[in-house]
C-alpha cells in the first residue's frame, strides 16, 4: 500500500490520505499547521493509535511554523499549541506519547532558537515515522508463530497499515504469518458506527490480495458457535499496567465471545501504547464522540429526531480475557503485570506462560 502520512518538505505540509472517504475516494488532507492537524484528528482523517502518533509528532514539528519568533513568550505560545494537540483525542496514549517525546527532546536540547528546535522536531518526527513501520514488522514476525497455516482469523475495527505508519499491528501478525508462507483469512467485523472494519480494514486487505470477508458486529456469536473462527488479534488504543486492553467499542464483546466458545484472543500493540502510569483499565478515559455518528450513515438519519444515543468510542477488555500481547520486544503472557513491567523497564519479556 502507498503511504498514507507523508510529509512534503517542498510544501512544508503534512500530508495525509483521508479515511472519512475510504473505500469510495482516495483524496488527500492537507496538515499545514496545529488547528488542521488537530481537526483531521478529531475527525478521523488519521486514526489507530500508532498513525495517531505519528501525526502529532509532525503535528509538534508544524507548530513551530506558526509561533511568533520574535515575541518574547514564544515558548509558551508553543506550549499552549502542544497541550491543545496532545489532547486532542483522549484514549490513544500514543497521541500524549508522541507530544512527550518531543518535549523530552526539546528539554534535552536546552535554549535552542525556535528555527533550530523546528528542524530537530521534524527530523525526530520523521525518525518516529520510520521506526513505526519498522516495529510493526518485527511484531508481525514475532506474532507470526501463534497463527497456524489454514487459520480464520477475526478483527475488531482497523489495526492495519493505515492505523499505523505502516504494516499494521494487528493486521501486521496477520501480514507476518502469510510473508511466512502461511494461508490466513481474515473476517474483518464492520465496526460501527465508523466502520472501520468494513470500510478500512476490507480496503488495505483486498489491496494486498489478503482474504477477507467482513462480517456484520452483531455475527461473531454465530460465527464462533459455527467454528469459523479459529483466532482472533486486535490491537489497542491504551494498554493498563495490569493489561487491560482499550480497544475499539465492541472489542470487550468480541473477547467475551471468544473466551465462552475457546477461541485464543490476541492483542497486538507496540510499547509506546502502554500505559504504567495507567494501573488499570478502570482509569483509562474513554472518549465520547458525536452523536451523529450513531444517528445518521453518511447524510442518511437512521433514529428518529430527539432521541439519545450512546457513541462511546472504546472499551476496556480485562487482561484473564486475554491469551496474550504481541510488542516489538516479544510475545507477552499472564501475569500480564510482570510481563509489562519487565519488557517496559528492563527490555526482558515474560513469554514463560504462553498457552
Ligand atoms: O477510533 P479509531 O479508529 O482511532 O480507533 C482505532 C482502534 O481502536 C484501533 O484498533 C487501535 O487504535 C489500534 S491501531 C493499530
Redesign the pocket.
Known sequence: MTEHIQFSDDQNVLLLLDQRYLPNREDTFVCKNTETTIYALQT?VV????A?GVTAAYGCYLATQEVDRDATEWKTQLNQLLDALADARPT?VNLRWAVTVMREAWNAAGDIPLAELASTWLALAKKIHAEDIEINTVMGRHGADLLEDGDTVMTH???GAL??AGY???LGVIRGAIDKGKKISVIANETRP?L?GARLTAYELAKDGIPVKVACDNATALLMKKGLVDKVV????RIAANGDVA??IGTYGVALLAKAHGVPFYVA?PSSTFDLDTPSGDQIPIEDRTPREVTHIGDHQITPDGVEVFNF??DITPNELIAGIVTEKGVLAAPFDVAIREMIQHDTPNTSTLG
Open positions: 478521523m486514526r489507530g493509535a500508532p495517531i490513544a475495527c482497523n489495526a492505523a499505523t499494521g499491528t494487528a465508523f472501520q486486535v490491537g489497542a488504543d480497544n475499539k500493540a468510542a472504546f
